[in-house]
């Protein structure tokens, strides 16, 4: 970690990965040229090889499956003053740590995210694209697949992610909102397309609302997860 005086804010990538072996390289890799100074996988229980294809990654833990409880580990064993959590089927944009680095110069920023590119062509996904923008610019709401990040302090006193079945993320970025300034970064993040695509763009970005609004009333995230079927 850094001394804080004169030196550059250290940046610790955090990937939860299950069943993520056509992945998890791509997106260590995106970490190293985005300028990360440590990458953390965490996997939880995959049995297709993800953690053997991880091995490029400073360091690789088994836990628990639940992506809350992985980043939380990840979390705990890294090192940096900044921790950016990035999922498996992400890819980071060259020089997006410096971005961060940039943006942390000023104190009263607490942490954010970046904006979104869905990997897949179209006008569609492009609208997609943003309103989850807009979302955040409007309320402060961001998702994981927008790769959260915060100084290592503010997430520490913030207490991590709940440890819920989904939403983790969006819990998180409310209370980040409240911890000091935000930002949205232009990254841009590339974000896989597969879940839109399996389930369908229209259904997948309604259900995601859905659930959004449904949360926001006060349904418990571990109740809401059997809306959320898996697409690994």
């Known amino acids: 970690m850094s001394d804080g005086v004169g030196q550059a804010l250290t940046v610790s990538v955090i990937i939860p990965a299950l069943q993520e072996a056509g992945n998890i390289a791509a997106a260590i890799a995106s970490a190293r040229a985005a300028g990360a100074d440590e990458i953390v996988v965490v996997d939880g229980g995959s ?9 490029s990654a400073d360091c690789v833990l088994t836990g628990t499956r639940g992506r809350a409880r992985q980043q939380n580990a990840g979390a705990e064993r890294s090192r940096g003053d900044v921790l950016l959590f990035l999922h498996a089927d992400c890819r980071l944009a060259m020089g997006a740590c410096g971005q961060i680095r940039t943006v942390l110069a000023d104190p009263a920023v607490a942490g954010g995210c970046f904006c979104q590119r869905i990997d897949a062509v179209g006008w569609r996904y492009r609208i997609v694209e943003r309103g989850n923008l807009l979302r955040v610019l409007v309320s402060g709401w961001m998702y994981g697949d927008q790769g959260l990040f915060f100084r290592r302090d503010v ?16 819990l998180l970025s ?14 841009p993040l590339l974000v896989s397309a ?32 059997r809306w959320y079927p898996t697409v690994r």
Request: aromatic content about 8%; glycine content about 10%; proline content about 6%.
């Open 47 to 55: 049995t297709d090889g993800t953690v053997d294809l991880a091995k």
């Open 155 to 170: 997430f520490e006193r913030l207490g991590g992610f709940p440890e819920v079945r989904l939403m983790e993320d969006w």
């Open 174 to 187: 409310r209370r980040l909102v409240r911890a000091g300034r935000t930002v949205v970064l232009p990254g």
């Open 194 to 225: 597969r879940r839109w695509q399996q389930a369908g763009l229209v259904r997948q970005t309604l259900r995601n609302w859905s659930l959004l609004m449904l949360a926001s009333t006060g349904v418990p995230p571990d109740e809401l997860a």
